[in-house]
């Protein structure tokens, strides 16, 4: 298969032998494995079976079959939490403890779980359940969980849940409270059914807001039903279109930066806003094209060449697409390979380009070794132009670490946000800042 399998799953339920049939078996396919934390005497559920299981495990897999660590996804087990039942209260906490613990003794292994078992209990009740999964994953993704089979459709932002509504679920998932189910299923009563599509009428109210907050609001949300006509509003209250981009569009990706980064906002939020993004920005290219043609812009007044690309393994573009509109609008020439870009294809055009700024995106962790591995060949062949590493898995300290000490010739340069690209790209162009 194209790309990396993962097996989901084996477990040592049928004993050690089987769980290390299965696991040479799935070795020698060079795919990943989903462990579950289950053995002979059941599914664990308590903090210390999990860890117990996850760890036996872990040894055989390692030491016996020199099974590759980060090759490993243990699924600690996500049991339905507020069912009335006493023992099943802790569910959510010993998960969240396990991950941590494992995340600690069991160097680079993944830890993942079937979300949508926690909320069980409230099967029939989505809002609910959307905010259990939300406030489940915050705490969860902040101990070390960094996989999980979820609906990408049914997230809630964290920041977004009625705050009551979010303390609830908070109490219960961390068990903080003794009557903290109870209070749960009297607060769930309102967000059944029709209370349910009256709580989405009343969140129209946000379409009464100035345009620049709508317009941050439908980025923040993924709204794309009213984005053309926000734009437009927002274009006719402005001198040029470029604004409404530098404006209320980036001010709203950025708070979207800043939650992802938080955890209270996952990816598909993210590629939902990216959406609203580029719509936004679809609808502004002809008034930026009218712009320059008015102003007689030519390529021969470019500014600078930028290549970008998204590195191979990684097929996400958000922040790349946007900082290339970014660049092109403040009259920058922009050649984007898009994403999954082989080192070696961006190298070349960047020669046969005479490119002045290579810049580099990545939204998954493995990307970082990628541009690292980019960097180190820019080296190897030459290369003195700036580098830009941006994206939302990187950061100053990896690049200043990790990717700089690679590219000695020349500057490897964190770029924290769209809205700083241009100055961040002019000051390296210009000899006397750079």
Not at 109 to 116: D, E, F, L, T, W
Not at 408 to 433: C, H, I, M, W
């Amino acid at each position: 298969i194209q790309g990396k399998g993962i097996v989901n799953s084996i477990s040592m339920k049928e004993g050690e032998d089987a769980f290390r049939a299965q696991a040479r078996l799935v070795r020698r396919y060079g795919a990943a494995v989903v462990v579950m934390a289950f053995d002979e005497q059941g599914q664990a559920d308590t903090f210390e079976r999990k860890t117990q299981i996850c760890a036996r495990a872990y040894k055989i897999l390692t030491e016996e079959l020199g099974f590759p660590a980060e090759d490993i996804i243990f699924d600690p087990n996500i049991f339905a939490v507020a069912t009335g039942i006493e023992e099943h209260a802790p569910y959510g906490v010993y998960f969240i403890e396990a991950t941590r613990w494992i995340r600690e003794h069991l160097p680079h292994a993944h830890i993942s779980g079937g979300v949508s078992n926690l909320s069980f209990s409230f099967r029939g009740n989505e809002p609910v359940r959307e905010a259990m999964h939300a406030v489940f994953l915050y705490h969860a993704i902040k101990a070390g969980m960094d996989m999980g089979i979820v609906n990408a459709g049914q997230l809630a932002l964290y920041d977004e849940i009625p705050a009551e509504l979010r303390a609830a679920c908070e109490d219960v998932v961390l068990n903080r409270d003794p009557d903290s189910t109870e209070r749960l299923l009297t607060l769930a009563e309102g967000f059944k059914g029709g209370a349910g599509k009256e709580k989405k009428e009343a969140d129209l109210v946000w379409r009464t807001w100035p345009v620049e907050k709508r317009l941050a609001h439908a980025l923040i949300n993924g709204i794309t039903e009213f984005v053309d006509a926000d734009t437009e509003e927002a274009r006719q209250s402005v001198a040029r279109p470029l604004h409404v981009i530098e404006g209320p569009l980036m001010a709203g990706m950025n708070v979207v930066g800043d939650l992802f980064g938080a955890g209270k906002m996952f990816l598909p939020q993210v590629v939902k806003s990216a959406r609203v993004m580029k719509q936004a920005v679809a609808y502004l290219m002809p008034f930026m094209e009218q712009e320059k043609l008015d102003n007689g812009t030519t390529e021969s007044s470019s500014a600078g060449k930028i290549l970008m690309a998204t590195v191979k393994g990684d097929v996400h573009d958000i922040g790349k697409n946007i900082v290339g509109v970014v660049l092109q609008c403040n009259n920058f020439e922009v050649i984007d390979l898009g994403v999954m870009v082989p080192t070696a294809k961006i190298l070349e055009t960047a020669k046969r380009e005479n490119v002045d700024v290579i810049g580099l995106s990545g939204l998954i962790t493995p990307s970082l070794d990628e541009m690292v591995s980019v960097a180190s060949e820019m080296e190897r062949e030459g290369f003195v132009v700036p580098l830009l590493i941006g994206g939302a898995t990187t950061s100053r300290v990896h690049t200043a670490v990790k990717i700089a000490p690679q590219y000695e010739r020349g500057q490897a340069v964190y770029v924290t946000d769209a809205s700083r690209a241009v100055g961040v790209v002019a000051n390296l162009l210009n000899p006397e800042t750079r």
